[in-house]
């Protein structure tokens, strides 16, 4: 195995909480190690919607005009077509950033921009296919984890361990740390379809003979998100490709002589919607932040921003003791989930009401049944629209980074 690596900040996951808080951390002079199971950051079908809150982070830090020299698209306003009606339901026009709109990017374009500006600062170590596996707790404290790499085993010792390894955390199960789940009555199916230029775009939602699907607009092809009633794959799949190509077709009209593109169900992933959130966030030693500590619904497309916001609040909080050398207490990182858990209980709480009140009914249905009266509400109502746009965009509570840096 070798002898332990030893830094003060060892960080379990390479999304964009985990690279996010990496690089504050290091930029703070924190020996920072990151660590991502995978070889590289290609993985498709992940969120790609990165919100004001996470462009003004941007902004803080500096790298706003590097960063959106990033292939990437702009939505500065939200359409749904509903049975063909075409409603503005969300405008960012007016919310108080320097960025009022939403950049479409791949996340491993996202996270390979953070990799890269990462390496510049000399306390900060990403280690790629390498997996954290198990904590190391001595006298009641986390004092490290144990992995395994593309050289074997090895074992990492820290002053800080934080989980943010995702809705399926490894250290989460090991934590003992209850989860409180608040459940999801949907999944959602991603597939691509090629994009012709003269198709539409800057519609986000379609809600159309009672199905539900999103269309992102990634250059030359469409990610495409179909909502389908929590379990109901099995049955999508029991009645074939061709019966789900009719589907898409009624949910997106303009898309119908594409669905062809889809050969198999192979050509489906199917995201397993969670909403859950840890009662305790910490223990001694060891810290959760984004999915690991509140696993997000896709709706509203915020989970990614709100793990960044984690990572900043801790960021904040955390990084100037640690850089000084002194022992974070119980109290110490407790304050994370203090300042962040009103933001997060409110966010769920809003998605939770949205899937009971849109796609709750007529579960007989293997998409279920959904009900747009909610989305006509808002987008009739000026106040309630500027409101949506305020939790979509900025969250409940927006961090600022920190100014401490080397």
């Known amino acids: 195995m070798g002898d332990p690596i030893q830094v003060q900040c060892c960080i379990a996951g390479g999304g964009p909480a985990g690279m996010m808080l990496g690089y504050l951390m290091a930029r703070a002079g924190v020996k920072t190690l990151v660590l991502e199971k995978h070889g590289d950051f290609l993985r498709d079908f992940r969120g790609d919607t990165v919100h004001p809150s996470t462009l003004q982070a941007m902004v803080d830090l500096g790298l706003i005009d590097a960063f959106l020299q990033r292939p990437h698209s702009e939505l500065h306003h939200?359409?749904?077509?509903?049975?063909?009606?075409?409603?503005?339901?969300?405008?960012?026009?007016?919310?108080?950033?320097?960025?009022?709109?939403?950049?479409?990017?791949?996340?491993?374009?996202?996270?390979?921009?953070?990799?890269?500006?990462?390496?510049?600062?000399?306390?900060?170590?990403?280690?790629?296919?390498?997996?954290?596996?198990?904590?190391?707790?001595?006298?009641?404290?986390?004092?490290?984890?144990?992995?395994?790499?593309?050289?074997?085993?090895?074992?990492?010792?820290?002053?800080?361990?934080?989980?943010?390894?995702?809705?399926?955390s490894t250290l989460r199960d090991q934590s003992g740390l209850k989860v409180e789940n608040l459940?999801?009555?949907?999944?959602?199916?991603w597939f691509r379809l090629s994009r012709?230029?003269?198709?539409?775009?800057?519609?986000?939602?379609?809600?159309?003979?009672?199905?539900?699907?999103?269309?992102?607009?990634?250059?030359?092809?469409?990610?495409?998100?179909?909502?389908?009633?929590?379990?109901?794959?099995?049955?999508?799949?029991?009645?074939?490709?061709?019966?789900?190509?009719?589907?898409?077709a009624e949910a997106a009209s303009f898309l119908t002589a594409k669905t062809s593109e889809l050969e198999s169900f192979d050509d489906l992933k199917l995201l397993t919607v969670t909403l859950d959130r840890l009662e305790h966030w910490s223990k001694p030693g060891l810290l959760f932040i984004g999915d690991a500590a509140h696993a997000m619904s896709p709706i509203g497309g915020v989970g990614i921003n709100l793990a960044i916001q984690d990572a900043i609040a801790a960021a904040n909080l955390l990084a100037d003791p640690l850089a000084r050398g002194a022992a974070l207490t119980e109290h110490d990182l407790d304050a994370v989930q203090r300042r962040r858990l009103l933001a997060t209980r409110l966010?769920?709480?809003?998605?939770?009401?949205?899937?009971?009140?849109?796609?709750?009914?007529?579960v007989q249905e293997d998409h279920g049944q959904i009900d747009a009266t909610p989305i006509k509400v808002v987008a009739?109502?000026?106040?309630?629209?500027?409101?949506?746009?305020?939790?979509?965009?900025?969250?409940?509570?927006?961090?600022r980074v920190s100014s401490v840096k080397v």
């Open 196 to 248: 012709d230029p003269r198709d539409e775009d800057q519609l986000l939602g379609r809600l159309n003979n009672g199905h539900f699907m999103i269309t992102i607009e990634r250059g030359d092809y469409w990610q495409c998100a179909y909502v389908i009633k929590k379990g109901g794959a099995d049955t999508l799949r029991a009645a074939g490709i061709d019966a789900f190509r009719a589907k898409v």
């Open 183 to 189: 459940g999801a009555p949907i999944d959602v199916l």
């Open 347 to 362: 966010i769920q709480g809003f998605q939770a009401l949205a899937q009971d009140r849109l796609f709750k009914p007529g």
């Open 380 to 399: 009739s109502i000026p106040l309630l629209g500027h409101l949506a746009a305020r939790m979509i965009g900025l969250g409940v509570r927006l961090e």
């Open 78 to 168: 939200i359409g749904v077509e509903i049975d063909g009606e075409v409603l503005q339901v969300v405008s960012f026009d007016h919310l108080p950033v320097d960025c009022r709109f939403v950049a479409f990017m791949p996340q491993w374009d996202f996270l390979n921009f953070l990799a890269e500006e990462g390496r510049k600062l000399p306390a900060l170590s990403v280690r790629m296919r390498a997996e954290a596996q198990s904590l190391i707790e001595e006298g009641g404290r986390v004092v490290g984890l144990r992995g395994h790499g593309t050289g074997g085993a090895f074992e990492v010792r820290a002053d800080l361990v934080v989980g943010a390894d995702g809705r399926g």
